[in-house]
């Protein structure tokens, strides 16, 4: 048994956005937010339910999932697996549109409804060890959430290091999920929700089509392709850089031989000789020491 890695573009979607098995979705937004009883959420509608992309138009794009429950909540799930520039504006700037796209010019401000995002990075991004954060629009001097609207949660993959046997919460059997699945075999035997076990099942490839394998296979590809072009643009830019240091550095070195041979007396054909340089560009040198 063999299951695709979740943070692919294709399989993030299929599992999280598949309207025939919202259990998976449920579950793992009621885990997340640790939502208690009489808050829970039971039903859902994704927006942008999972749809099989034609490969060759497959292209980088936000990965997420947006969806909204019974009482009008709207939810957006998204996966990062490289930070982006300006990756905590851009997330404050797609949940606020996400928020003020509720209603039109003219329509009353009480139907906006709250916005809840959630993101599963696969780096670093916050202070601390924690690899669950929730973060709010609060009274600095109370406390108190008085502005409830709009809301972050973020999930750290390389912040959580707990292994199978030491797993016990929800969340963390999901967040585990998430991270081990390209390196499982057996669906773990400590997994008794419903909608986790429909994820893991969704996951395994002997469950997918031919279509679905080529298209996450072409995503795997394009993503390292993408890696390795941003790998070789940082390499050369280095490159160029470092080549750039040591050319002033040497075109320093090289003003300060022919300043000091001028000062010794020697004559401008015998500096030019001695340090590889043009008759004009000894004395445009010289002449700059005497400007």
Not at 42 to 65: A, Y
Not at 80 to 98: A, C, L
């Amino acid at each position: 048994m063999k299951f695709v890695d979740i943070k692919n573009d294709i399989a993030f979607r299929k599992i999280f956005g598949n309207e025939n098995k919202k259990e998976i979705l449920i579950s793992f937004l009621n885990a997340v937010l640790e939502l208690p009883e009489g808050k829970r959420i039971n039903r859902t509608e994704i927006k942008n339910p999972f749809q099989l992309p034609e490969i060759h138009g497959l292209k980088s794009s936000i990965l997420d999932v947006r969806v909204m429950d019974e009482r009008g909540i709207s939810y957006i799930v998204e996966m990062q697996v490289e930070e982006p520039d300006g990756f905590d504006k851009r997330v404050q700037f797609y949940t606020s549109k996400q928020y003020s796209s509720q209603i039109d010019i003219g329509e009353d401000y009480p139907k906006l409804n709250q916005v809840i995002f959630i993101g599963i990075l696969n780096f670093d991004f916050f202070e601390g060890t924690d690899y669950l954060t929730n973060h709010q629009i609060i009274n600095t001097k109370t406390g108190l959430q008085e502005l409830k609207d709009i809301e972050f949660n973020f999930i750290e993959l390389l912040k959580f290091n707990k292994e199978l046997n030491e797993i016990e919460t929800l969340i963390e059997k999901w967040v585990y999920f998430i991270k081990k699945s390209p390196n499982l075999d057996v669906i773990p035997e400590n997994i008794n929700d419903e909608g986790l076990k429909l994820a893991y099942q969704g996951a395994e490839k002997y469950n997918w089509t031919k279509e679905e394998l080529m298209a996450y296979d072409y995503a795997s590809m394009r993503k390292a392709d993408e890696s390795s072009k941003t790998k070789r643009a940082v390499e050369k830019a280095v490159k160029k850089a470092v080549g750039e240091a040591v050319g002033m550095a040497m075109e320093q070195k090289t003003k300060e031989f022919v300043v000091n041979c001028y000062k010794e007396g020697l004559s401008i054909p015998t500096i030019a000789k001695l340090s590889i340089l043009t008759i004009d560009q000894v004395e445009s040198i010289i002449q700059s020491i005497d400007n």
